[in-house]
């Protein structure tokens, strides 16, 4: 029972968030005098062939695959309790300097693209690094330096395409960087699509998912089933209580967040290797935005961010088709914010409900006397315990216990 119940709360914040979503927006769709259910309808139609049909799961998948890095790169932070919305700038920055390093170079295959994503990753890194230094060092709110530097970032990539690392010929509508030689250029899985039965779809499945997978795959061990990844949790539950516990919370910052721009940088090279391979004004650009947006409406969880990109990935899809049936397709921008909206204040009321739930339970099982715990030293997910502020005995990897003689004694936690 108690695994439905917290099953039932993780779920219950994104599903809310999704029925209210579509509540509003059909009610909008039927403002403008358009049958929400022709809209429904139209937005689930992949087509009448085969190939119609592969061909929309592929722009899906390859739309879900950068959101889906963004969104794990922002729910690093978020973890930490760092609000990372310098992604923009991030990804943005290391796909321009992947894109020069990797058409100036020429190696075999897997060095060349190895190369390309070690370069997008340690810019990323070093773009968030400079938001951690400014944390740990002035106390500047990560929030502002991060937006500052997005600027920042946004305006180095412009005077770089239009200036130093041009490769299209004066004149060109499009400016671009110069084109990475093929040895660049990542693989798809076209092929695998063929293995499994079905219809060849008219543009390539990225090969990069295979790299997202493996990284969130990564990041979920990291966070889940390592030291560090305590340490982590417990930095951002209470930074007091984890430095008590022997945590070096300001070096947790500077650490987080160069995780985070990594993962930022890698957001871009689905796109740059996958597809266009060059970096140029018409590059995706907005995904650091939402990639706020899908790590909140999957919890933080690498499982939940990827169903809430393949999620956005659909929504995207369905523009196109819900304009050719005179549907506008900002409708999709409305679901895609009444989503964000919606998941913000079910998220809250979901965390009041464990809270409660948590309450409830020590009322009802309160602790031996002289066992030395005053909570169990679990939070309601089964890590660990909320903060309810310095001293108060329930902070993450401390417990504090008071004896009859009015000693306290101070143990570090066993673990997550």
Same mark, same amino acid.
């Given at each position: &029972?108690?695994? /439905?119940?917290? /099953?039932?709360?993780? /779920? ?5 968030? +999704? ?23 139209? &937005? ?28 794990? $790169?922002? *729910? ?6 760092? =609000? ?16 020069? @390093? ?6 075999? %295959? !897997?060095?060349? @693209?190895?190369?390309?994503?070690? @370069?997008? &990753? ?25 937006? &500052? ?22 004149? $060109? ?5 110069? !084109? +990475? ?15 499994? #039965? ?40 209470? !930074?007091?209580?984890?430095?008590? *516990?022997?945590?070096?919370?300001? #070096? ?49 969880? !690498? ?9 956005? %990935? ?9 304009? =050719? ?15 964000? /909206?919606?998941? @913000? ?17 020590? $009322?009802? $099982? ?5 066992? %030395? ?23 993450? %990897? ?9 000693? *306290? ?8």
């Amino acid at each position: &029972m108690n695994l /439905l119940r917290r /099953l039932g709360l993780a /779920l219950f914040a994104p599903v809310l968030a +999704i029925v209210v979503a579509l509540l509003i927006s059909g009610v909008v769709i039927s403002l403008i005098g358009q049958n929400p259910f022709d809209a429904v309808r139209v &937005m689930f139609d992949f087509g009448d062939t085969p190939g119609q049909q592969t061909q929309g799961i592929v722009v899906v998948l390859n739309r879900a695959v950068p959101l889906f890095l963004a969104g794990l $790169a922002v *729910s690093v932070a978020f973890r930490m309790g760092l =609000f990372n919305i310098g992604v923009e700038g991030q990804y943005r920055l290391a796909t321009i300097m992947a894109a020069a @390093v990797g058409a100036a170079v020429a190696l075999p %295959g !897997p060095l060349h @693209v190895l190369l390309i994503i070690v @370069v997008a &990753m340690a810019v990323g890194a070093i773009w968030a690094g400079i938001v951690a230094v400014l944390k740990v060092t002035r106390g500047v709110s990560e929030v502002i330096s991060s937006i &500052m530097l997005n600027f920042i970032a946004l305006g180095i990539a412009s005077f770089l395409l239009t200036g130093p690392l041009r490769g299209s010929p004066e004149g $060109a509508q499009i400016i671009t960087t110069t !084109p +990475i030689p093929e040895s660049g250029w990542f693989p798809g899985l076209n092929g695998l699509l063929g293995a499994l #039965g079905l219809a060849q779809p008219r543009t390539q499945l990225y090969g990069f998912l295979v790299v997202a997978v493996v990284a969130g795959i990564v990041v979920s061990v990291l966070i889940k089933r390592t030291r560090f990844g305590f340490d982590l949790r417990a930095s951002g539950l209470s !930074p007091s209580a984890a430095t008590a *516990s022997g945590v070096d919370a300001r #070096g947790m910052v500077i650490k987080t967040m160069l995780i985070s721009g990594a993962i930022a940088g890698l957001i871009g090279l689905p796109d740059l290797l996958g597809d266009q391979h060059s970096y140029g004004t018409e590059f995706t650009a907005g995904l650091g935005f939402l990639g706020i947006a899908v790590a909140l409406l999957g919890r933080n969880s !690498p499982l939940g961010i990827a169903f809430g990109a393949l999620l956005f %990935g659909f929504l995207d899809r369905a523009a196109i088709p819900l304009q =050719f049936a005179d549907i506008p397709a900002s409708v999709v921008t409305i679901i895609q914010g009444t989503i964000v /909206l919606s998941v @913000v204040v079910a998220n809250e009321v979901s965390r009041r409900l464990t809270r409660r739930s948590a309450e409830r339970g020590n $009322a009802v $099982a309160p602790p031996t006397a002289g066992d %030395g715990s005053t909570g169990g030293g679990q939070g309601p997910d089964g890590g660990p315990p909320p903060d309810d502020g310095p001293g108060s005995g329930t902070g993450p %990897g401390l417990r504090t216990a008071t004896g009859a003689g009015g000693r *306290s004694d101070h143990r570090e936690g066993a673990g997550a």
